[in-house]
């Protein structure tokens, strides 16, 4: 199976700064990421993905990098605003597996100061 | 569109009493799955469904049943409600087809006493 992680439980930057959120997969079989936002009593809310074959992806305001050498993917947030202040995930999927399989880790919960 | 609906928000259960968590989406989506949620830990698959008429377990599918008889309707249900179920439970979907977006519904609080 797969083991999805955050490095870190908490984060906390001052509004305007950048912020990353990484994460480490085990599974060399993984083949697509997807990073989710939660706010507080509300569903996962999905943000970016990226599949294996690519190093970076870029949406707005956010960065997604793969790096496959070492299993480890991070969420890079620019200009961070108030608004982004949530828990985030990331989600790992198996090469070959069924939209099913899609492995979470236990989240980082982004604090912004203003 | 009212996207995913998940019913009820909320609800307490004695231990050994049995229900069912709805869930219903209106995105005409083929893939469909249910997540507990429970502090400090990222959601964990219970069961999932690729169409109607075809269900399979996930990594914590003891204690829940699913069945998917039409496409937009998988209900959860909980036969004999013990106090480790108590968590938040979410209702995800997704087309399936060229991305695994999933939307996720707004969740249902669930405890067990």
């Known amino acids: 199976g797969e083991s999805v992680g955050l490095h870190l439980p908490t984060l906390s930057v001052q509004e305007g700064d950048n912020s990353i959120i990484n994460c480490a997969y085990s599974n060399s079989a993984s083949d697509y990421f997807i990073w989710y936002k939660q706010e507080s009593g509300k569903g996962p809310q999905f943000i970016i993905d990226?599949?294996?074959?690519?190093d970076k992806r870029q949406g707005q305001r956010v960065t997604v990098l793969l790096n496959k050498t070492v299993k480890h993917l991070s969420l890079q947030i620019a200009a961070t605003q108030p608004g982004d202040s949530a828990v985030y995930f990331c989600?790992?999927?198996?090469?070959?597996?069924?939209?099913?399989?899609?492995?979470f880790g236990r989240g980082t919960q982004l604090t912004v100061w203003p | 569109n009212a996207g995913v609906t998940q019913t009820p928000k909320f609800q307490v259960l004695k231990t050994g009493q049995s229900m069912t968590l709805q869930c219903a989406q209106d995105m005409n989506h083929e893939y469909m799955s249910w997540y507990r949620q429970d502090p400090g830990m990222g959601l964990r698959l219970i069961h999932y469904?690729?169409?109607?008429?075809?269900?399979d377990q996930g990594e914590v599918p003891n204690g829940y049943n699913v069945s998917r008889s039409t496409t937009e309707d998988f209900p959860l249900r909980l036969l004999s409600a013990a106090p480790s179920q108590t968590s938040v439970y979410f209702c995800?979907?997704?087309?399936?087809?060229?991305?695994?977006?999933?939307?996720f519904g707004p969740g249902t609080r669930l405890t067990v006493t």
């Open positions: 995800a979907t997704s087309p399936g087809s060229t991305t695994y977006e999933q939307y």
């Open positions: 469904s690729v169409g109607a008429g075809i269900t």
């Open positions: 989600a790992g999927l198996d090469r070959g597996s069924t939209l099913g399989r899609l492995y």
């Open positions: 990226i599949r294996s074959n690519m």
